[in-house]
């Protein structure tokens, strides 16, 4: 017997959405949008320079240009909402896979045959795992580890940290795919 999930369509849409929003493929970003995205990420205008070889002015007009601060916002408010109606749909698949698990049980214990589960429920709980477990670090996340180490250095190891600070940015860079 067969249970089909009536709400996994839509947890897969709410997870291409998600992904389109927030895991764009840094390989092919250009620097307005890796800069966009440090400033969302909260680095200041001079750093986002100094990381991208820009000049302030320029990351100042893309801002303003762009709007950066009313799109940011607005990309906020919108992930906030694909989180909680992504938690929403995971907590009624959870709780109608348990359901069919007790069923199972319940049915067995009257005397019934052991049911296995379907093939169909059993890789809509595998892609629910698959939506909740941990991405693969994304150029946002780079930025942020790299930014933890530069500091630890800037305190500890001033010298070393200027030193090494040229690299790291190549390094953000690199990663980013957009080396200048």
């Known amino acids: 017997m067969t249970i089909f999930i009536p709400i ?3 947890l897969f849409f709410a997870s291409a959405v998600r992904q389109e929003l927030c895991l764009k493929k ?5 620097d307005k949008e890796a800069a966009y995205i440090l400033f ?8 986002i320079a100094r ?5 302030e002015q320029t990351i100042t007009r893309w801002k303003k240009d762009g709007e950066w601060d009313r799109k940011a916002t607005e990309d906020l408010m919108a992930m906030q909402t694909i989180h909680e109606d992504t938690r929403d749909l995971v907590r009624y698949q959870l ?5 069919l ?9 009257e ?5 296995l589960i379907s093939k169909g429920d059993i890789d809509g709980a595998r892609d629910l795992f698959n939506m909740i477990k941990v991405k693969e670090a994304d150029w946002t996340t780079l930025v942020r580890i790299v930014r933890l180490i530069n500091k630890f ?8 940290a200027r030193d090494v600070a040229p690299a790291l940015n190549d390094f953000l860079n690199e990663q980013r795919g957009g080396m200048s």
């Open 51 to 55: 990381i991208l070889q820009r000049s």
């Open 26 to 30: 840094y390989a092919n970003m250009n």
């Open 101 to 109: 698990k007790e069923r199972y049980i319940k049915e067995e214990k």
């Open 153 to 160: 250095l800037k305190d500890n190891y001033p010298t070393l």
């Open 8 to 10: 996994l369509g839509t």
């Open 40 to 47: 969302k990420e909260g680095v200041s205008q001079q750093e």
């Open 95 to 99: 709780a109608t896979l348990r359901k």
């Open 111 to 115: 005397g019934g045959e052991p049911h």
